[in-house]
T-cell receptor, first 114, second 113 residues
Framework: GENVEQHPSTLSVQEGDSAVIKCTYS??????FPWYKQELGKGPQLIID?????GEKKDQRIAVTLNKTAKHFSLHITETQPEDSAVYFC?????????????FGTGTRLTIIP | NAGVTQTPKFQVLKTGQSMTLQCAQD?????MYWYRQDPGMGLRLIYY???????DKGEVPNGYNVSRLNKREFSLRLESAAPSQTSVYFC????????????FGPGTRLTVL
């Protein structure tokens, strides 16, 4: 089955600087890659996703890049703010032919230092 | 529109006790999921229900049972709790399995002594 590795497990960044979280996946048939943000005491919430037919997607201060050849994708957060402090999870899923499910990475705890 | 709700928020059990975690969604979604979250292991799928009346095993189903009570509700039962089941449990729903966004509930923190 699919295996998703996520690095780093913890990341501390000065407020205003950029943060990058990286994930690799094992199954070349995967074509959907979402990122979830989990704030303390809450459930994960989708913040951005990308499909394999594009290489980059942006939404204000966050962006995701995908390298299908290398089988890795990354989350970029620019101009970080205290409210960006959370645990971030990447995930991967194969083509939507039926009952394909998400495989999650192990999470990155991001701390923004004021 | 509450989204996905879970009860209880916290629970402490003794080894061997049983309990049921409840989940409900009001988004008219067809598919629902139960995950467990453990430190350093991310989210692992326990069971899922692709549609009302169906349930299937996920990655870590041992020790659990589920019931899709109706389209809105999906419960997770621990028949004989073990310390290894100490975890945070999340319920999620999506329009269909394999269809994009999953919406998560706030979680249940379970401790088994």
């Amino acid at each position: 089955g699919e295996n998703v590795e996520q690095h780093p497990s913890t990341l501390s960044v000065q407020e205003g600087d950029s943060a990058v979280i990286k994930c690799t996946y094992s199954d070349s048939a995967s074509n959907y890659f979402p990122w979830y943000k989990q704030e303390l005491g809450k459930g994960p919430q989708l913040i951005i996703d990308i499909r394999s037919n594009v290489g980059e997607k942006k939404d204000q201060r966050i962006a995701v890049t995908l390298n299908k050849t290398a089988k890795h994708f990354s989350l970029h957060i620019t101009e970080t703010q205290p409210e960006d402090s959370a645990v971030y999870f990447c995930a991967a899923r194969k083509a939507n032919f039926g009952n394909e499910k998400l495989t999650f990475g192990t999470g990155t705890r991001l701390t923004i230092i004021p | 529109n509450a989204g996905v709700t879970q009860t209880p928020k916290f629970q402490v059990l003794k080894t061997g006790q049983s309990m049921t975690l409840q989940c409900a969604q009001d988004m008219n979604h067809n598919s629902m999921y139960w995950y467990r979250q453990d430190p350093g292991m991310g989210l692992r799928l326990i069971y899922y229900s692709a549609s009302e009346g169906t349930t299937d095993k996920g990655e870590v189903p041992n020790g659990y049972n589920v019931s899709r009570l109706n389209k809105r509700e999906f419960s997770l039962r621990l028949e004989s709790a073990a310390p290894s089941q100490t975890s945070v449990y999340f319920c999620a729903s999506s329009e269909y399995v394999g269809r994009d966004t999953q919406y998560f509930g706030p979680g249940t923190r379970l401790t088994v002594l």
